[in-house]
């Protein structure tokens, strides 16, 4: 009994900490509503990214944590950030502007999915369990009944911007499994590393683009940008990154299916958006699919000499 309580502990930490991940991005969805209205979407994830990225530059240099300098590991921060912050951002807010939300909602949750077979069909990192399929299922269940069955009646219009999410929710999926090379390194390196990598990708761009030095954002916005900076994004990556290295790749995915009941609860107490009837069924199957992505299998006890 002595040796599995500290396990218990450990296991609900990191569960703990799956649920916070899950929110910072849940609540990203209700910034990222109010932030867009004056500020163009390329000009937003080149801020998220800038900001997000110097913060933790900052509070490394204040815990007396050094970036590596090796241009190896710049390689790996930069193909980090194109998979996880710049095309899949790109391509979800470009996306997003011609499909119903809900729509991308469930076509932005499919990351485990992709995140599940890419380990089974390729890599092969870790071990791809019945149990781990099964949560997977359920829990892109969960995800249609939360959104609302009608939004799948959406499916099959505007085809490219659907296109596009998935090819998003791919890049997400390959960011998790990649972001195991990164085990030897702070938390917070590679999320520093892979952001600022991102602002230098999306600045110039943005400079191209929206010609930034034009635009007249509201306090509201400027707000919500910051928000999703420090907390959806700052916070959220370093928590990424740990979970990647106690979870794996597919558990740590698995808080796709969180944030959508996250973001839903966000939208109906900020934003006045409603629930659909079938949510409270859909959020025990996210629950159930969760649990069986992350929680490890019992083993089986030794028998007695």
């Given at each position: 009994?002595?040796?599995?309580?500290?396990?218990?502990?450990?296991?609900?930490?990191?569960?703990?900490?799956?649920?916070?991940?899950?929110?910072?991005?849940?609540?990203?969805?209700?910034?990222?509503?109010?932030?867009?209205?004056?500020?163009p979407?390329?000009?937003?994830?080149?801020?998220?990214?800038?900001?997000?990225?110097?913060?933790?530059?900052?509070?490394?240099?204040?815990?007396?944590?050094?970036?590596?300098?090796?241009?190896?590991?710049?390689?790996?921060?930069?193909?980090?950030?194109?998979?996880?912050?710049?095309?899949?951002?790109?391509?979800?807010?470009?996306?997003?502007?011609?499909?119903?939300?809900?729509?991308?909602?469930?076509?932005?949750?499919?990351?485990?999915?992709?995140?599940?077979?890419?380990?089974?069909?390729?890599?092969?990192?870790?071990?791809?369990?019945?149990?781990?399929?099964?949560?997977?299922?359920?829990?892109?269940?969960?995800?249609c009944?939360?959104?609302?069955?009608?939004?799948?009646?959406?499916?099959?219009?505007?085809?490219?911007?659907?296109?596009?999410?998935?090819?998003?929710?791919?890049?997400?999926?390959?960011?998790?499994?990649?972001?195991?090379?990164?085990?030897?390194?702070?938390?917070?390196?590679?999320?520093?590393?892979?952001?600022?990598?991102?602002?230098?990708?999306?600045?110039?761009?943005?400079?191209?683009?929206?010609?930034?030095?034009?635009?007249?954002?509201?306090?509201?916005?400027?707000?919500?940008?910051?928000?999703?900076?420090?907390?959806?994004?700052?916070?959220?990556?370093?928590?990424?990154?740990?979970?990647?290295?106690?979870?794996?790749?597919?558990?740590?995915?698995?808080?796709?299916?969180?944030?959508?009941p996250?973001?839903?609860?966000?939208?109906?107490a900020f934003?006045?958006?409603?629930?659909?009837?079938?949510?409270?069924?859909?959020?025990?199957?996210?629950?159930?699919?969760?649990?069986?992505?992350?929680?490890?299998?019992?083993r089986?006890?030794?028998?007695?000499?």
């Amino acid at each position: 009994m002595g040796e599995s309580q500290p396990q218990h502990k450990a296991i609900a930490s990191e569960l703990g900490l799956l649920l916070l991940l899950a929110t910072l991005w849940g609540a990203s969805y209700t910034f990222l509503k109010v932030a867009v209205e004056t500020i163009p979407p390329i000009t937003l994830i080149a801020g998220r990214t800038l900001i997000a990225g110097l913060l933790l530059v900052a509070i490394m240099h204040g815990r007396g944590v050094k970036m590596p300098t090796d241009a190896a590991n710049w390689r790996r921060f930069l193909f980090q950030a194109c998979l996880n912050s710049v095309i899949p951002w790109v391509m979800v807010a470009w996306g997003a502007q011609a499909l119903d939300a809900g729509v991308a909602t469930i076509l932005n949750s499919t990351a485990p999915i992709f995140t599940f077979f890419l380990t089974f069909a390729i890599t092969r990192h870790e071990a791809v369990t019945s149990r781990k399929l099964i949560g997977v299922i359920a829990g892109m269940a969960g995800i249609c009944l939360i959104v609302g069955a009608q939004a799948l009646g959406g499916l099959g219009e505007q085809l490219i911007a659907q296109i596009a999410c998935v090819l998003a929710a791919v890049c997400y999926a390959g960011a998790a499994i990649f972001g195991r090379n990164f085990g030897g390194l702070d938390p917070m390196a590679p999320a520093a590393g892979s952001l600022l990598c991102g602002a230098a990708i999306l600045i110039p761009l943005s400079l191209i683009v929206d010609r930034p030095w034009t635009l007249a954002p509201s306090m509201y916005s400027l707000l919500a940008l910051l928000a999703i900076a420090v907390f959806s994004t700052a916070l959220a990556f370093v928590i990424y990154f740990r979970l990647i290295q106690t979870l794996g790749s597919v558990g740590a995915t698995a808080q796709a299916y969180l944030r959508v009941p996250i973001g839903v609860a966000f939208g109906v107490a900020f934003l006045g958006e409603q629930l659909s009837s079938t949510v409270w069924i859909g959020l025990a199957c996210v629950v159930v699919g969760v649990a069986a992505m992350t929680i490890p299998a019992r083993r089986a006890k030794p028998a007695a000499a």
